[in-house]
């Protein structure tokens, strides 16, 4: 029986995804439920199951190519069943990487798309062991001579690699299992420039502003799949939304002592420490629940108010930004939500996270106060009715009963949506949250 294999949509909001890896190939004998693929996703990357059993007899999508959802990249048959009228009739729009630059007179023809208005990405270079620029591949290309396996980069890496003609089957990676990441190009770059003296002379070139990395004036990176779905997120969002902003100054000074010593009792205990961000985090959820209009999302023709919070928690990654959600945030202490927000961040970065696992937030907090950002406002992620976005502490002279002295102070702005939060509302709850942040003892407890 032949079975076709479709592009599932495996996040609630993929359109089309991108194939990483196949892990079965053709002729390989395949069983229902058995893993044919992984897929990037608009957030993650996901593994694509087969629904039918018999032999992979063909592969119509190749890696690093993407497909919109409902596509059939594949063709699973018995052996001896003729495909070729399923194969002749798909039809599909799916669009593969470009292919590798001409061997032995062999020119190899641009991918075929289903509508006039989707082009292929610009031809890259054709170092062997890199991909193309901004091609999400998390087990990445063949190494030279090697058996078969795979080098596991990050985009980036592979960037870097594919501009510095390093062969990444030649580097030794230190992320995560073993991958690839931009330090150990860097060092990889360091130690080919001290051998052939050329890496220096080509970064004073990069720094007075002259040639490229390979002698262009631009490059045209293609946009990976979460790329493509936050400019599409940012557009539903500003467009239709009446965006509006209120800030506050929160004196940290209380959270900065109570912060030294639950650390201090967290270190004797072989526990991990916790961040500032952990205390706004914990502040924000309880916050929330005592202003569920603030909690709130906009359906249309009503608004719905939650009563449980479910916190979204920004955190940036190598291809834009994801926001893993802190179930029912509210009901939870201090170091639960510390040692939650570090997990999921740390599975988002890599691209693990399941869906249920970063879908389905009340209301975000984005933070880059770490990143020396002392004010800035956040873009709100519908259909939440808010975002709060945190800055920095920073020590500031203020008056004090006539007397100047310097405090730690935060400040922290709300992007409201009119529709669902009114100017008092949303100021309600910001002074809620100013006096939790000020006054931590109810944040311990």
């Known amino acids: 029986m032949v079975t076709k294999v479709h592009m599932e949509a495996l996040s609630p909001t993929m359109e089309e995804g991108q194939l990483v890896r196949w892990l079965k190939s053709e002729g390989e004998t395949v069983s229902d439920g058995d893993i044919l693929a992984e897929i990037e996703t608009d957030k993650a990357t996901m593994e694509l199951v087969a629904r039918g059993e018999g032999v992979l007899r063909r592969v119509l999508l190749k890696e690093g190519g993407t497909a919109p959802v409902g596509d059939v990249i594949a063709v ?87 501009d510095s003609r390093v062969d990444l089957a030649r580097v030794q990676g230190s992320g995560p299992g073993g991958r690839i990441v931009k330090r150990d190009i ?32 631009f490059e045209d990176i293609p946009l990976s799949q979460m790329r493509k779905t ?36 967290l270190e004797e205990g072989g526990g991990d420490r916790i961040s500032i961000n952990d205390f706004i985090l914990r502040a924000t959820a309880q916050a929330l629940y005592r202003h569920p209009e603030v909690n709130a999302q906009w359906q249309g023709d009503s608004i719905r108010r939650h009563y449980r919070v479910h916190l979204g928690v920004a955190v940036a990654v190598e291809d834009g930004l994801i926001t893993p959600v802190i179930r029912n945030a509210n009901l939870k202490g201090l170091i639960q939500i510390s040692n939650e927000v570090r997990e999921l961040a740390a599975r988002g970065r890599e691209k693990r996270l399941q869906p249920d696992e970063y879908t389905g937030s009340t209301f975000s907090v984005s933070n880059l106060g770490m990143f020396g950002i002392h004010e800035f406002t956040g873009v709100i992620n519908p259909p939440e009715a808010g975002i709060l976005a945190v800055g920095g502490v920073e020590d500031t002279a203020v008056v004090e009963t006539g007397q100047i002295v ?36 109810a944040i311990l407890l």
């Open 76 to 162: 699973i048959a018995d052996e001896d069943e003729d495909i070729g009228g399923v194969v002749g009739a798909v039809g599909s729009s799916a669009r593969g990487p470009e292919e590798e630059e001409e061997s032995e007179g062999e020119r190899a023809q641009p991918p075929a798309t289903s509508s006039s208005t989707e082009t292929s990405p610009p031809p890259e270079s054709t170092e062997v062991g890199t991909t193309p620029a901004g091609s999400r591949q998390d087990s990445g290309a063949t190494p030279v001579g090697g058996d078969g396996g795979r080098v596991k980069a990050s985009p980036l890496a592979r960037r870097m690699a594919q």
């Open 406 to 441: 310097v405090r730690p102070l935060m400040k922290v702005t709300m992007s409201c949506d009119h529709r669902v939060i009114d100017g008092a509302t949303g100021a309600r709850f910001l002074r809620t949250l100013k006096g939790l942040l000020e006054e931590p003892a």
């Open 230 to 265: 936050i400019a599409k997120r940012l557009v539903e969002s500003l467009s239709p939304i009446p965006h509006f902003f209120l800030r506050i100054t929160v004196d940290m000074t209380r959270i900065l002592d109570a912060r030294k010593r639950v650390n201090e009792m």
């Open 186 to 217: 860097e060092a990889a770059q360091a130690s080919a420039s001290a051998e052939s003296g050329e890496g220096a002379r080509g970064s004073i070139r990069s720094a007075v502003g002259g040639e490229g990395p390979v002698g262009e004036d």
